[in-house]
């Protein structure tokens, strides 16, 4: 059974700095690019970040490119976003995801399965 759960949300003020973390189980981590995804309330989900299985590579949304940092510790099995300098427009419920295929140079963007979401807040 794949699990993803999702933690470190919270409620900072504009320009603090936030840690969520994702703890997966159920399949091999280290095998697989993961995402992160977030949506605010009333809007469709917006993709923010990609890592590849060995956590060389990495892909980021403009609007939180130089702000955000993916990464990934595989021995862990935890997925892990940086966020800072945030801002109120970066208030959602954020997701981990895992890329559906386990072999690719680039992420799919197809998610197979999807944590429950922790919420982020950020004030004015």
């Known amino acids: 059974q794949v699990q993803l759960v999702e933690s470190g949300g919270g409620l900072v003020q504009l320009g603090g700095s936030l840690r969520l973390s994702c703890a997966a189980s159920?399949?091999?981590?280290?095998?697989?690019?993961m995402n992160w995804v977030r949506q605010a309330p009333g809007k469709g989900p917006e993709w923010v970040s990609a890592?590849?299985?060995?956590?060389?590579?990495?892909y980021y949304a403009d609007s939180v490119k130089g702000r955000f940092t993916i990464s990934r510790d595989n021995a862990k099995n935890t997925l892990y976003l940086q966020m800072n300098s945030l801002k109120p427009e970066d208030t959602a419920v954020y997701y981990c995801a895992k890329d559906k295929y386990s072999a690719s140079y680039y992420p799919t963007y197809e998610y197979d399965y999807w944590g429950q979401g922790t919420q982020v807040t950020v004030s004015s």
């Open positions: 890592i590849n299985s060995g956590g060389g590579s990495t």
């Open positions: 159920g399949f091999t981590f280290s095998s697989y690019w």
